[in-house]
């Protein structure tokens, strides 16, 4: 990802050359189905209670809307995929409806519909408390401090005699340094730099509210011969080491300011 973007400069006319680029490199459509239904299988039910389902619903729905815009066409097979997911009385629900015909309902009314179900399992009062706890403001300084010290040296917190903040993973939203995340360990380097970039993380430590120009913990990749600033787990083994380390500091930073 880097190396499409690399050199081009600031300015408008370099970000729609960045943007063509990108485009042209990741905005295929069958690219774009694949991580989808990647995204898509390894959705789950963590906890059986509503709210669990209800985040499940949410994504579904969200996936499944970006498949039926690209054009998606194998509806019946993605449907029935999502089905065996589901809990036995919904499953069972959904294809009672659909009766002894073929499945010939919509990607979005399927996601509509579990979404409709997620929420018949909560009340009112139960609901108001979700969105009573969700709209209380958290403490933005405290947040990103607890990011940027756990996710850049668990080590030393897990290690050291005060007591350590409660972790938290940007990926699969679990108490645990997003470094150490199976899901985001799995995905491909480039695929993995692409989420730092939408999620605003620092290319370094993981943090927030900061770019890798800016982190206090700067250290080069830990890979042999790579000069770059950036956390190892960005390292894209494709590309060959280069000499010198400024290089390498400009393209983090240019690619996250341009995709910003």
């Given at each position: ?60 729905r ?82 990103s ?19 350590a ?6 990926k ?18 480039k ?33 042999t ?36």
């Open positions: 990802v880097l190396d499409v973007v690399y050199g081009l400069g600031g300015g408008e006319s370099a970000y729609a050359e960045a943007l063509g680029r990108l485009k042209e490199n990741y905005g295929r459509r069958d690219v774009m189905r694949a991580a989808l239904m990647q995204a898509l299988e390894k959705l789950s039910i963590y906890k059986q209670d509503p709210s669990s389902f209800r985040r499940f619903a949410e994504k579904t969200t996936f499944l809307y970006d498949l039926s815009r690209i054009g998606e066409s194998a509806t019946a097979d993605v449907i029935e995929r999502l089905c065996l997911k589901l809990p036995f009385a919904d499953r069972l629900l959904w294809n009672t409806d659909r009766g002894g015909d073929l499945e010939r309902r919509s990607l979005n009314e399927f996601g509509n519909w579990l979404c409709r179900r997620a929420m018949a399992y909560q009340n009112a009062y139960t609901i108001a408390e979700e969105q009573s706890q969700e709209s209380q403001p958290r403490p933005k300084e405290r947040y401090t607890r990011s940027h010290a756990a996710n850049a040296d668990s080590n030393r917190s897990l290690s050291g005699g005060k007591a903040k409660p972790f938290y993973c940007f699969c939203e679990g108490r645990h340094p997003m470094e150490t995340c199976a899901q985001f360990k799995e995905l491909p380097s695929d993995r730099l692409l989420f730092c970039m939408r999620q605003k993380l620092c290319f370094n430590c993981f943090g927030t509210n900061h770019t890798s120009r800016e982190c206090k913990i700067k250290k080069h990749c830990n890979v011969g790579c000069k770059h600033w950036h956390h190892v787990l960005l390292h894209d083994v494709n590309v060959k080491p280069e000499n010198g380390s400024n290089s390498a500091t400009a393209r983090c930073n240019a690619t996250q300011i341009k995709t910003a």
